[in-house]
């Protein structure tokens, strides 16, 4: 009966997560996450209580996302990205190759702060505009924007929901997750950059024409309180954590607040906040953490537990290689929300040392987040991203993404995992 559960869990895994990638006929990927978490539901291979559970252990990282969504939507309509776009722009004093590099910048902290998902959706057409209007070659320009996100969502628990994911599932620290993650984060962003300004340098060469006048809002007042209500918002994120107390309330509060002070203004309706929220992401988070519980009752999961013990003895290289390098090998095989849900669950329900499994966590996460800069089905973000460069005429194929990809997540990754090391080694 064991054996007959196991292999029944794995083909809805299976079939769940070809779905999710593929999608066939533009099928959204909630739609088979949440069928494959009813299913295992109605076969009992999960139980209620098991699911009451599975919504606690996931409710802050999902109602965080939920408020930083709202957050985003606010800001991008106030002009806070055009704002940065075109400090960018000005930054570069003509110099094309170092408006390149601002661009960088510009997504590495929107990803730091509003996460990955703020620099693909809302950075990347604001970008494409910019570099048109500046009669420049948007591919290179693209690809920073795509590979950015994914790069540069190393850095807090709030960059990403693959960061929130493991954050909560080994009870982490904000303050030392950032701390520990702060050198990995920026080697692989440089490595990233430089890299990148190397093989498109021939596109970035030249000048363009710096737009001379500052940046004026459609409405300066609406731009303030936007910019105050972010400040506030992530002021009061970073006070929660302080306080080891649930951060998503706070992200909430302040999109909820945002939304209403805006709505009083004038400036916002409501249906704006609620539309600006990818409900089908959350649904797909649900589904396949459900997937994934029923191939851990199954003993599955546990198949792995050896090599969690092995790489928890410590903190060589080579164990964080392993760790870091299976969650990549993963992220592209099954996708990286699915990989880190794996991942934390394996972490969390193994025999590790709880004092070692953070930075088990640690190298899970580099795996995970620059892992898909390989293929373009390593992240959701990444499809996200690749949908609104094509609807723009730029023409990038699965084979150009891996041919960058090999060059160039190999070094980023390598970047990362050095830094790693030598995090865990300064932070004990």
């Known amino acids: 009966m064991r054996c007959m559960d196991a292999v ?26 949440a069928m494959g978490g009813l299913i295992v539901l109605a076969t009992r291979f999960v139980s209620l209580h ?3 559970q599975i919504m606690r252990l996931a409710q802050d990282a999902l109602v965080f996302l939920v408020g930083m969504m709202i957050v985003s939507a606010i800001v991008e309509r106030a002009g806070f990205f055009d704002w940065c776009a075109l400090l960018a722009a000005r930054a570069g004093n003509g110099n094309v190759r170092r408006l390149y590099l601002f661009i960088f910048l510009t997504g590495t902290i929107i990803t730091a702060f509003l ?10 057409p604001i970008v494409y505009t910019m570099a048109t209007r500046f009669k420049l070659r948007p591919l290179p320009f693209m690809f920073a ?31 030392r997750f950032s701390a520990v993650m702060l050198l990995p984060a920026i080697l692989a962003v440089a490595a990233n950059a430089l890299l990148f300004t190397y093989l498109f340098r021939h596109d970035l060469s030249g000048h363009y024409h710096a737009p001379p006048e500052p940046f004026h809002p459609d409405d300066q007042s609406f731009f303030t309180v936007a910019v105050v209500g972010l400040t506030l918002t992530l002021a009061a994120i970073f006070g929660a954590s302080v306080l080891h107390l649930p951060i998503g309330w706070s992200a909430l509060a302040g999109g909820v607040i945002m939304t209403l002070v805006c709505w009083w203004k004038g400036w916002v309706r409501p249906d704006v906040a609620v539309r600006s929220v990818s409900w089908n992401l959350i649904v797909l988070v649900l589904g396949l ?9 199954a003993g599955l999961t546990n198949r792995l537990d050896g090599l969690s013990r092995w790489t928890s003895t410590g903190h060589s290289f080579l164990q964080i290689m ?6 990549a090998l993963g992220s592209n095989l099954i996708n990286n929300i699915p990989m880190t849900i794996v991942a934390g669950t394996v972490l969390r329900a193994s025999g590790t040392a709880a004092s070692l499994r953070p930075a088990l966590g640690y190298a899970a996460l580099i795996g995970t987040n620059i ?37 160039a997540t190999p070094i980023i990754f390598m970047s990362a995992v050095v830094g790693l090391w030598v995090s865990l080694h300064v932070f004990g």
């Open 8 to 33: 029944a869990s794995s083909v809805i895994l299976l079939l769940t997560l070809i779905l999710v990638i593929f999608r066939p006929r533009g099928l959204p990927a909630a739609i088979p996450a």
């Open 50 to 52: 098991q699911a009451w």
């Open 115 to 124: 996460s990955l998902d703020a620099t693909a959706i809302v950075l990347t």
């Open 145 to 175: 924007c795509g590979f950015i996100a994914n790069t540069a969502s190393l850095f807090m628990p709030i960059s990403n929901l693959t960061n929130l994911l493991i954050y909560h599932a080994l009870d982490l620290s904000f303050l």
């Open 289 to 297: 953490f459900l997937v994934v519980q029923a191939v851990e009752n």
């Open 322 to 327: 392993a760790v870091a390098g299976g969650t």
């Open 371 to 407: 892992g898909p800069n390989l293929t373009i089905t390593g992240s959701l973000a990444t499809l996200i991203w690749l949908s609104i460069v094509q609807r723009r005429g730029v023409s990038i194929t699965a084979g150009q993404f891996l041919r960058l990809g090999i060059v």
